[in-house]
């Protein structure tokens, strides 16, 4: 079984942001939120010797997701080949699993009310193509494959070159896209797009926020019923019927 993963190259991103337009296409990714996106870190030193990166994210498929357990209806789930998926029909939106995100890689997509993310365009894969965002990077920063394919590229460029994840103390769950680039930009990285702590939070938990002001709806409903009902025998000169 294919255990996918994707290598980009920050030496060779210009920032031209062609991967972010070609998945908003794909996609129809609404304005304002994005699936796969491009920062450009502050511009360090003094000239001649100045440095600075492109940082380009999206969805990490990571081994051991943190999106998965705090979904309250099982909607985040993750298939044999690592790709991390949404299933629209079960998620109600409730938007805890962007909270868990330590890398903020999910959003809810206004016009579903859905949670949305890459899923390393698994569509195509099916059709034997590669991702919108690799096929159409300008710079040939982007490289996906199977990591399990010790002939695929992104194999010799994880396991050959030593291309990195990105981790800190804040989040170790094993990205699925890893990043090469110089020590400096990997300073950077560090320093600037580390992924947070992730705001977990047990089904348990979720359960009760949804539920809660649905039960205290229903309790206000029936108190309004009995209260008009109260009225409506004082306005008549009944007596109120005791419970």
Request: contains cysteine; proline residues 5%; charged residues 25%.
């Amino acid at each position: 079984m294919a255990r996918y993963a994707m290598v980009i190259d920050l030496r060779k991103c210009v920032g031209c942001d062609a991967c972010t337009v070609a998945c908003r296409t794909e996609w129809d990714v609404p304005l304002g939120h994005a699936r796969t996106w491009v920062e450009q870190s502050n511009i360090v030193g003094e000239f001649p010797n100045v440095s600075g990166t492109n940082w380009v994210a999206q969805c990490n498929h990571c081994d051991e997701p943190s999106c998965i357990e705090p979904c309250p209806t099982g909607a985040t789930f993750q298939l044999e080949s690592g790709i991390v998926k949404v299933d629209t029909d079960l998620c109600i939106g409730c938007g805890y699993c962007v909270e868990a995100c330590p890398y903020d890689a999910r959003y809810i997509n206004p016009g579903t009310n859905k949670v949305d993310k890459c899923d390393f365009c698994e569509a195509r894969l099916e059709e034997g193509l590669q991702p919108a965002c690799v096929t159409t990077c300008t710079g040939d920063a982007k490289f996906f494959g199977n990591l399990e394919d010790r002939n695929s590229v992104v194999y010799k460029k994880v396991y050959e070159e030593g291309a990195w994840r990105n981790e800190n103390e804040n989040a170790s769950i094993g990205p699925n896209v890893y990043y090469l680039g110089t020590e400096e930009q990997l300073k950077i990285v560090q320093a600037k797009f580390g992924p947070r702590k992730s705001r977990l939070i047990t089904p348990a938990q979720a359960w009760k926020n949804i539920l809660r002001p649905v039960v205290f709806t229903a309790i206000g409903v029936t108190f309004a019923g009995q209260a008009v009902a109260f009225f409506n025998q004082l306005r008549k000169g009944e007596e109120p019927i005791d419970d």
